[in-house]
């Protein structure tokens, strides 16, 4: 089972980070404007935002497997789909249902998690499934690459999978071929489920979806809002960075987004995931408000270097964008639950609908840079990072992160 759950988390990843790699062949081969591609980031998470809170009662009634088996149902037939007929309606309708499925089992894994590897082991295999998450996020760009520059050339001596997929994607949309790789590794995962034994899960006060009396309770608190918008802004720094880094590169520096603009992005979720370990490892050590500082910190001076240094300068500092974004997410969201006092299962529920950021921001890059040009768009990212820095500042949780040092204090021996 816990295979099982790992499995998911990667083909989850898979299909959640590619969109910045195709952005630009999205531009060119359906002609559209930096607005019209932000809207494809803005219908896959607004299916986060619409579905995390539902999730959690669908999990309530029906259970996790027959809501896992479902949520990789709607998820092959979303990219089944804009694989069949690519174009950029059915791309938009495609990316909101898979996003619908990729909430709604965001929702469900983590319990079974708790379960499957048991309690006392739940903290190490959930730093592990983030580590499997990220892994995918980095292979997914080099697949993509991988089968257009294959599929690009003329037909001749060549495996099995690249002679199938040339017979299925159109000659002139070779970037097309990813989705048949998505609908297969979805349909794969509901014939995996379908086969699997599930546990039964008894879910934690903290895992329960609770009443809608708990979610307008927790509205009403200034606190929850302000952590709702740090979720917002932080999810919002890390779409809009990955998914416009191939165009950006191809605009100002003529790099190729098909080469060496998938593999910026590749590197970005690369050390964004390398960086959660390097963060775990500063959190024993320093308090979290000082590592978030550090890590906003260093996130703007290396989008400073992105947007604004030359060509190599850029093509390094953008994954390094990724690297000190990395610790940013765990401890926003460990402020956030250590600043209430209960109902922690909805207040998830509301962090979760948080990640329309996603869809929002990438838009709002777009229209600026429709106008003024990406750059501009981009330097919008200012703003998000700032207010993720200004948690540092504010925030006050009832239970700081635990430390070395604090273990220390507490052993030594009174001074009389």
């Known amino acids: 089972m816990i295979v099982v759950v790992f499995l998911v988390f990667f083909v989850m990843s898979l299909l959640t980070n590619i969109l910045g790699p195709i952005l630009p062949d999205i531009i060119s081969s359906f002609h559209v404007s930096l607005t019209a591609a932000g809207f494809l980031a803005f219908a896959f998470f607004i299916a986060y935002g619409v579905m995390s809170i539902p999730a959690g009662f669908l999990m309530e009634r029906f259970h996790e497997k027959p809501v896992m088996v479902w949520s990789f149902v709607v998820s092959t037939l979303g990219a089944l789909a804009f694989a069949l007929v690519p174009n950029y309606r059915v791309a938009f309708v495609s990316w909101f249902v898979i996003g619908a499925g990729m909430a709604v089992l965001q929702v469900v894994v983590n319990p079974l998690l708790r379960v499957a590897g048991g309690e006392e082991h739940y903290a190490f295999y959930s730093t592990l499934s983030q580590l499997v998450f990220g892994s995918a996020s980095f292979i997914s760009p080099r697949i993509y690459s991988y089968l257009v520059l294959n599929l690009s050339k003329p037909a001749g001596s060549e495996n099995m999978l690249l002679s199938i997929l040339r017979r299925l994607t159109p000659d002139n949309l070779p970037w097309v071929s990813i989705y048949?790789?998505?609908?297969?590794?979805?349909f794969l995962m509901v014939i995996w489920?379908?086969?699997?034994?599930?546990?039964?899960?008894?879910?934690?006060?903290?895992?329960?979806?609770?009443?809608?009396?708990?979610?307008?309770?927790?509205?009403?608190?200034?606190?929850?809002?302000?952590?709702?918008?740090?979720?917002?802004?932080?999810?919002?720094?890390?779409?809009?960075?990955?998914?416009?880094?191939?165009?950006?590169?191809?605009?100002?520096?003529g790099f190729d987004?098909?080469?060496?603009?998938?593999?910026?992005?590749?590197?970005?979720?690369?050390?964004?995931?390398?960086?959660?370990?390097?963060?775990?490892?500063?959190?024993?050590?320093?308090?979290?408000?000082?590592?978030?500082?550090?890590?906003?910190?260093?996130?703007?001076?290396?989008?400073?270097?992105?947007?604004?240094?030359?060509?190599?300068?850029?093509?390094?500092?953008?994954?390094?964008?990724?690297?000190?974004?990395?610790?940013?997410?765990?401890?926003?969201?460990?402020?956030?639950?250590?600043?209430?006092?209960?109902?922690?299962?909805?207040?998830?529920?509301?962090?979760?609908?948080?990640?329309?950021?996603?869809?929002?921001?990438?838009?709002?890059?777009?229209?600026?840079?429709?106008?003024?040009?990406?750059?501009?768009?981009?330097?919008?990212?200012?703003?998000?990072?700032?207010?993720?820095?200004?948690?540092?500042?504010?925030?006050?949780?009832?239970?700081?992160n635990a430390t070395i040092g604090d273990a220390k204090k507490v052993a030594a021996p009174a001074v009389v």
């Open 180 to 186: 048949w790789i998505f609908t297969a590794s979805s």
């Open 193 to 253: 489920l379908l086969l699997s034994k599930f546990p039964k899960v008894e879910r934690t006060e903290d895992e329960r979806a609770g009443s809608w009396d708990m979610y307008l309770s927790l509205a009403r608190k200034r606190v929850v809002w302000l952590y709702f918008l740090a979720m917002f802004a932080y999810i919002g720094c890390e779409q809009g960075t990955a998914d416009w880094i191939s165009k950006f590169l191809y605009t100002y520096h």
């Open 257 to 400: 987004p098909q080469t060496t603009g998938a593999d910026a992005v590749s590197w970005f979720w690369g050390l964004l995931t390398a960086g959660c370990v390097v963060g775990m490892l500063l959190l024993k050590f320093i308090d979290s408000r000082k590592v978030l500082i550090g890590g906003a910190v260093g996130s703007l001076i290396c989008l400073t270097a992105a947007l604004f240094g030359p060509a190599k300068v850029s093509l390094l500092a953008f994954p390094g964008v990724g690297l000190f974004t990395s610790v940013l997410w765990p401890i926003i969201i460990s402020l956030a639950l250590n600043s209430v006092t209960e109902h922690h299962g909805s207040f998830s529920g509301i962090l979760s609908t948080a990640l329309m950021g996603g869809a929002i921001i990438p838009v709002v890059i777009g229209r600026i840079g429709d106008y003024a040009g990406l750059r501009s768009g981009m330097a919008f990212l200012y703003a998000t990072f700032g207010f993720v820095l200004s948690v540092g500042f504010w925030a006050r949780p009832l239970i700081t």
